[in-house]
């Protein structure tokens, strides 16, 4: 399947796909628009606002998808109980930092039904798995929006202390965290669980138990349960070492519910994969499926792994009025080899090839063995 | 090799100071001449001097693994980093200053030249209050003395610079300080070191 002759930017998605096909799951291919609504509904869904919107023939306003989970969310049937689903699409996103959209290649997971303890570990692998394909040397993060969200439920704040509070965990700052939390009173079990989630282990075990040690209520517990399930499962495909808690880690509490995951590869200084529970996502669409899935941003990938290549082509092959029979012979002969190949009549000013070749000469040498 | 974005100035030289006090000290970085880059090869560290409000981002892109930065900084461009320690030094506050004797005129949008237009913005959102954003590059006390804007926000230390231009302080936005910050991916990568960075510092505190 894989031509020696691909680049390795062609050939990473095609394992991608062969390796979601292995565990079952099947294509899903989408349109590149969905109506404005579907998106402006499920902002918070999306890392940043801003989606690029034209109007259609009809009036309505549409928009180039700078998602694919949400349409997955909105188009499956309330009846479809198990549903196992990967895409290789573009979206349309502004990147942080740009003030201009960028077409973005994204590939992604999704496992609409996923229950608790084997899918979960099912996803996680397949996310590790993924990962390892770019480079073996990469961590995934794993956090839980279960944990979080009990936890800030127990310290009664209101919502713009707790999306300041939010914030600061994310960027792991305890100054801020203080900050966060100085006009309210909390009992000393309530602060500690707040900012040991900054401050985990990097054992596996140890966090869990920290963790655990924490906890305040059942919810709090049981996502302590669920990880531990996972985790057991995820020793036996030997990824145990390739993973961190870390709770720093908090995707947008409306949507994710559980388990929560991001994917590092050494060298590359953002997470390019993300991933987790977003049963509420199907929530708001009034299914009751529950549902998991990740998805990758290949565009990050390209400029720190692909090592720019040396030559265009290995072999230019200059042709004068020799036959196009002849030509075609010549070209045959050339990728029987497993070189690539580029005919021309001219030198072409901007190609580079490991060698170039006048087909005048290859036919005369040919003359010649024959005699 | 452990990539250290520190700010030039007198913040970074304290930041350098935090860290051969806890024995990353590295050769040339005492001395006083123009070169931008230090590197250790023996210890694996290079130090970088860059301009204090590009720290976030060499470390946001990963040209640094970790850089020490004022939170002001961090505030106004919201850099998706670790912040992982107070330093407790390069203290100082945002601020809302005006002229002496100034008073909010309500029936009009408020004039505010800064430098930092995101704290600001944010700032005057909290509060509702809606503002006319006078974005400049420094000397912002001037703004207010000529007419160019009503008040400014800016960050306040001593409170010398104001008082010497007639501005007092309004209201206050936020505290700040130097903070160790990280790359939250290269802190998977590097977490053994950095935490022990982290810890040694924290100690020293």
Partial sequence: MANPNMSWEERLPMQLRSLYRSYGYQIYKMSDFETYDLYRENKNFLSDNNVLTFTDIDGRLMALKPDVTISIAKDTKPEEMIRKLFYSEHVFRRMPGANQFTEIKQMGLEYIGADTGYAEAEVISLACQSLAAINQEYFLGVSHMGYISALMDELKIDDPTQEILLQAIGRKSAGDIAIALKDICL?????AAVFSLIDLPASLDEALDQLRSMALNTDMLNAISELEAVFSACEVWGLKPRLRMELSLLNDLEYYNGIVFQGYIKGLPRAILSGGRYDKLLQRFGKSQP????????????????????YDVDILLIYTDQTPCQIAEAVQEILAE???VLAAKDIPPEISARQVVQLNDILATKENDKC | MLNIALPTGRMGEKAYRCFADIGYACPGMENQNRKLVFVDEKRGLRYMLVKPKDVAMYVEYGAADIGVVGRDVIMESQPDIYE??????G?????????????????????VATT?????????LSVGRQIETIMLHGSVELAPLIGLSDVIVDIVESGTTLRENKLVVVAEIAPSSARLIANKSSYQFN?????????????AK
């Fill in chain 2, 116 to 124: 930092y237009c995101h704290v600001t913005s944010e700032y005057f």
């Fill in chain 1, 338 to 340: 497993g070189k690539t």
């Fill in chain 1, 291 to 310: 549902a998991l899935g990740f998805a990758i941003y290949l565009n990050d990938i390209w400029g720190a792994f692909v090592q720019p290549r040396d």
């Fill in chain 2, 91 to 111: 203290k100082c506050r945002f601020a809302v200053a005006a002229p002496e004797g100034w008073h909010d005129d309500l029936s009009r949008p408020l004039r």
């Fill in chain 2, 191 to 203: 977490r053994e070191l950095i935490d022990e960075i982290r810890s040694k510092m924290e100690a």
């Fill in chain 1, 187 to 191: 009992t000393k079990k309530q602060q």
């Fill in chain 2, 84 to 89: 992982l320690l107070d330093l407790e030094f």
